[in-house]
Each structure stands twice: as structure tokens, then as C-alpha cells.
């Protein structure tokens, strides 16, 4: 008969069994059984554990306390070290894996499920003599004993359903003497967290030295103005100047999630300046890039790729936590998790991914009835869906849509004046119902406030060739795309490119990014719009008419010129988008 219980498990194995028995196998299974009777048994009886079972390499012990197995592991650990001494120079090493979990018992004694499942991967991943156990245990055991513990974050392991976060427990046999006096680990903030490096001089001209510490300078306070991001100050970061350090150990030295590391290399004239930035936690490179400019005036330079690295840093770090939250079922994800992953899916630009999104961001606002951005991300996606005619004539059609994406907005701007997003789509609704002076207004307070943002900067382009501003709508949307080539939202920064070339009649630049952008996104029925327009302007008849029919298979309706007109009306490029449909043959 079985029964289940709540218990704390203990996996254990030899690291390197393997090559063990290749060198010695009798003298490997000697020391293991000592190892087993001399150590192991006798240290889990003092604990009040018990052996469940033993392999050839390795053994799982269960104990009804989370402290006691953690104290039996610790010294397991340190106790190998004195036997080790006293034998050959094949010594053995354990690695310990520890977690609680309701476990099921077998007649004859022996235990399954996930709190076992979970203890063997922990043990599989942990370090040569380590040990390293669930968050469930670190919360029951870090105000009870004198141990260090190390955030390590959350890994997925292989048919266990939801990512477990982790921390090691560093064993030494000064442990006991150190313990106290050992530097606390800092846990990872709620929200993103980066640390820039001071930008290593290359160039072994001192005078360099003043140029990657401006330019260190100024991406933090760039990176600070991110409301959304934890950005280590100043003067923690320059501790590490002209230091060769690892990584990962300043991430976990400033409790950090990213670093941004990079350097300068001068000569002559000329200047390289290289950034990456890195995901300590994996070792993942997320971003890199080499920029190469003329030195003629430094602070122009300066300003400009600091400009660059900030505006390409933000959305790779949304599409990196849009992923990690992928990986973990909605209810164990925090409401920034629920809302940047709504983020990464609104960008996809497609109907089942924004409906995806808006129902994550009605869970975030019933968790946090007052996280304003929340709400004003819930009027990004509603106004994509209007934009990308996702919607039926019922309740109220476009208009309606139009409605609850105003009301969404003001409500993000009453609970935070300085949202961004909710000011640029606040602006966006203005300038959709033609009070172009007033969605300026909103637009540039949007950028006031996050500058080098190209997404806010994209958007101020298409209200100023609405209102009729073509080259500075040309100038916004062109310096977005400058400002970030290689953005994962990059598709949405070329067709509202390409449409500003359109409105201003450069036809054969507009063509070449309006083309672009359906490469990027080929499901979009807003992309094929300003595209067979402007085919039509070039006597691309034939070529129009191919995303005409393309356009209509993904609506399943005809496009019809007099609706175009009447919806653009109010727009100052509507005259020109509607002759380029004409001249294409779209019908009346």
C-alpha cells in the first residue's frame, strides 16, 4: 500500500564514477563503501534521516526537516576532505542536491515524484563537492543556520513542469569560522536588473581613459531613465575598473541579472567603440555591436552611441524577459513577467498573439489594480488591433476599440503621469481622430521623458505625417530605425518609414522599405496597404495587384478605395495614399 508525505530529499553522488572505475575499480568501491558506512550512514542517523537507497555511485536520503538534511549534507561535504587525507590520491567528491516536495512511499520503502525528481536534477547540476538546493528550502533554512547561500535564479530541467529557482551553498572547512563574516548574497530585484562596467581604454592613450568613463557614464544615466529597469549605480560599477573580472561573479556580487561590458580603441582620428551585452545567468551574449566613427568633435560622438547602445539595449532586454516568461505558466509569472511577455507577443503583429497578450494584461490588472503600465500596454495592444483591422462591426467596430484605448491610457496617466507607453498611445488615439496639435503634444512628452526610445520616436513620425510634417516625419521615423537596426520590433520601424517616404512623395526610397517591411511581417494587412499604393505611383500595376490579392486573402474582403478615403480624411497624406490606390487599380 502507498502513502504520500511532505519530506526533504537528499541526492547525492561521486563526482567523476566513471573514470573512477576506469583507474581503480576496487579500490573506487572501497572507498565508496567506506565513504557510505564510515560517513554517510552515520551522519544521516545523527540527523534522523534515513537511506532510502543506494546505486552505485550515489544515495537518496529522506528527512522530515529541511534543516536537518541541509546540516547532515554540509558535513557530509566537509568531512571528505580529512578521509580523503587518509587515502590513495583517487579521492572521492560528492555533489548533494536538496528539496522539499510531497513524495510518495512504496510498500518496500522507497519514494517517487517531484520532490525526488527535483533533488537528482539539483544533484546532477551541482558544482564538484557543492551543494545545491530548491528555493522551497532556502526559504525554510536561511534564517536557521550559518551557511552562505547563492542565488543561482530559476533553470528548467527535463519532465519537470514549472522552473525551479536555486542556490548553492559554498562548503569549505573554514566555513564554520567565516560564516558570519561572509558577504551576503544579494537576491535579484523584482524587475530587470543591469550593471555597466566602466568601458575598458584599448588604446594605451590615457587621454582615451576620460572618453570610456564619459561613455560608461552616460549609458547608466540612459538606462536609469528606464522606469521598468534596476540599474546598478555608478560607483558600485567603477569598483571593477581595470580589474579582469568574470561575469558572472559581478552579477552575483551586485545581485544583477544583465551586464553591459565594452571598450574603446583609438587611432588617429578614429575611434571603435565595442559593447555586449550578456545574460549572467546563462552566459547568453544577447546583444553586440562595434561602432567605428571620426573623432572630430568627442562629445558628438559620445552622445551619439550612447544614444545607440541604449535604444538597441531596451527591447533586446523585453524580448529577453519576454522569453524567460515564456518558459513558465502564466499564474507562476510576476505581473511584470505577464506584461512584458505581452509586450513580446503584441510585436509579433498577429491576431492570436495580441489576443494572447490582452488577456495576460486583464490578469495583471486584476493582480495590481494600480500598475499604470499595465494598463497603458493593454492600450498598445488595442490599438494595434484597431490599426491592423483585427475587430468586427459588433460593439461598437473600430470606433469602439478606439474608445477603450483612450479610456486605457488615461487611466495609466492618471496612475502615472511619466508612463510612457500610455502617453505615446494617448497621442496616437488623438491623432488618429485628427487633433493633430494635441497628439504632438503627448508624443513629445512621451519622448521628453525616454528620449532614446526608437518604438515613442516611430510613433511621434506617424502623428507628424498625419498632421503634415513629412520630412520631420521622415527625420523621426528614419532616426528610429538609426537609432536601433537591429531591434526585434525593426519590421514595425520600416513600414512607418517607408509610409512617411510615401507621404512625401519620394516614391522609389518609400518602395524599398515598404517592401521590406512585408519580408518581415507577410501577414499583416496594414504592411500591403501603403505598399500598393505606392506601386501604384510607379506604374508597378502588376506588382500591386499581386498584394492586392495577397491583402485580401487575409482579410477575406475586397479593399475598396472609398473606404480608404473616408477613414484618412482627416490625415494630410490621405490625398496622395489614395491617388497611389487609384493608380493601382484598386476598385472605388
Known amino acids: ?29 572501497a572507498r565508496i563503501k567506506s565513504l557510505r558506512r564510515g560517513v554517510v550512514e552515520a551522519m544521516v542517523a545523527n540527523h534522523r534521516g534515513r537511506v532510502v537507497k543506494t546505486t552505485g555511485d550515489g544515495f537518496l536520503v529522506e528527512f522530515s526537516s ?27 567528491q560528492l555533489r548533494i542536491g536538496i528539496n522539499i516536495g510531497d513524495i510518495i512511499i512504496e510498500e518496500d520503502g522507497d519514494i517517487y515524484g517531484d520532490g525526488v525528481n527535483v533533488a537528482a536534477r539539483l544533484e546532477q547540476m551541482a558544482d564538484a563537492g557543492g551543494i545545491w538546493i530548491s528555493a522551497k528550502v532556502y526559504e525554510e533554512v536561511r534564517d536557521k543556520l550559518p ?16 522552473a525551479v529557482r536555486i542556490y548553492s551553498l559554498a562548503v569549505s572547512p573554514e566555513r564554520s ?49 528606464l522606469k521598468w529597469l534596476f540599474v546598478i549605480a ?10 579582469a573580472v568574470d561575469v558572472r561573479q559581478v552579477a552575483r556580487d551586485l545581485g544583477v541579472r544583465y551586464v553591459l561590458e565594452g571598450s574603446v580603441r583609438a587611432s588617429g582620428k578614429r575611434i571603435r567603440i565595442t559593447g555586449q551585452l550578456i545574460d549572467a545567468e546563462t552566459g547568453k551574449h544577447i546583444w553586440a555591436e562595434k561602432y567605428d566613427r571620426h573623432l572630430e568633435d568627442v562629445f558628438a560622438v559620445q552622445d551619439e552611441i550612447t544614444e545607440n547602445v541604449v535604444a538597441t539595449i531596451e527591447p533586446h532586454l523585453y524580448a529577453e524577459e519576454g522569453l524567460r516568461s515564456l518558459q513558465q505558466p502564466p499564474e507562476s509569472v510576476a505581473t511584470w513577467g505577464l ?124 502623428a507628424l505625417l498625419r498632421a503634415g510634417y513629412f520630412d520631420e516625419a521622415i527625420a523621426q521615423t528614419g532616426h528610429a530605425l538609426r537609432m536601433s537596426p537591429v531591434d526585434p520590433f525593426a519590421g514595425i520601424y520600416t513600414v ?33 496597404n501603403p505598399l500598393i499604393s505606392c506601386c501604384g505611383h510607379l506604374g508597378l500595376v502588376e506588382e500591386a495587384q499581386m ?19 473616408q477613414s484618412m480624411s482627416r490625415f494630410a497624406h490621405g490625398d496622395v495614399f489614395v491617388e497611389g490606390l487609384v493608380k493601382a487599380g484598386v476598385p472605388e
Open 496 to 528: 512607418f518609414h517607408g509610409l512617411a517616404l510615401l507621404a512625401a512623395g519620394r516614391f522609389p526610397e518609400a518602395l524599398v522599405f515598404l517592401r521590406r517591411s512585408i519580408k518581415g511581417l507577410p501577414d499583416l494587412v496594414s504592411h500591403y
Open 147 to 162: 551557511y552562505s547561500f547563492e542565488d543561482l535564479g530559476e533553470q528548467t530541467f527535463k519532465n519537470i513542469a514549472r
Open 66 to 92: 529541511p534543516v536537518e538534511a541541509v546540516r547532515c549534507a554540509v558535513e557530509i561535504q566537509e568531512a571528505l576532505p580529512a578521509k580523503a587525507s587518509q587515502e590513495s590520491s583517487h579521492a572521492l
Open 339 to 462: 506584461v512584458v511577455r505581452a509586450i513580446t507577443l503584441i510585436h509579433r503583429v498577429e491576431r492570436k498573439a495580441n489576443e494572447e497578450a490582452q488577456a495576460l494584461l486583464d490578469l495583471a490588472i486584476r493582480r495590481e489594480p494600480s500598475y499604470a503600465r499595465a494598463y497603458a500596454i493593454l492600450a498598445w495592444a488595442k490599438w494595434w488591433q484597431v490599426f491592423s483591422q483585427w475587430f468586427s462591426n459588433r460593439n461598437g467596430g473600430a470606433e469602439g476599440l478606439y474608445r477603450e484605448t483612450e479610456e486605457l491610457a488615461e487611466r495609466a496617466l492618471a496612475l502615472d503621469p511619466d508612463e510612457p507607453w500610455a502617453r505615446m498611445t494617448f497621442g496616437l488615439t488623438l491623432s488618429g481622430a485628427g487633433h493633430h496639435d494635441r497628439a504632438l503634444d503627448q508624443l513629445r512628452t512621451a519622448l521628453e521623458t525616454h528620449p532614446n526610445w526608437a518604438m515613442g520616436r516611430t510613433m511621434y513620425g506617424v
Open 234 to 243: 555608478r560607483n558600485s560599477t567603477f569598483t571593477y575598473k581595470g580589474r
Open 547 to 565: 498584394y492586392l490579392t495577397k491583402r485580401n486573402s487575409l482579410t477575406g474582403r475586397p479593399y475598396r478605395v472609398s473606404v480608404v478615403r
Open 177 to 225: 569560522k567565516t560564516a558570519k563574516s561572509t558577504k551576503p548574497i544579494l537576491s535579484l530585484p523584482d524587475k530587470p536588473s543591469i550593471a555597466v562596467l566602466p568601458f575598458t581604454n584599448m588604446s594605451g592613450d590615457p587621454e582615451q581613459e576620460f572618453f570610456a568613463d564619459g561613455m560608461t557614464e552616460d549609458i547608466i544615466t540612459g538606462l536609469s531613465r
Open 1 to 29: 500500500m502507498t502513502a504520500r508525505r511532505l519530506a526533504a530529499i537528499l541526492a547525492a553522488d561521486v563526482v567523476g564514477f566513471s573514470t573512477h572505475m576506469g583507474q581503480d575499480e576496487e579500490g573506487t568501491l
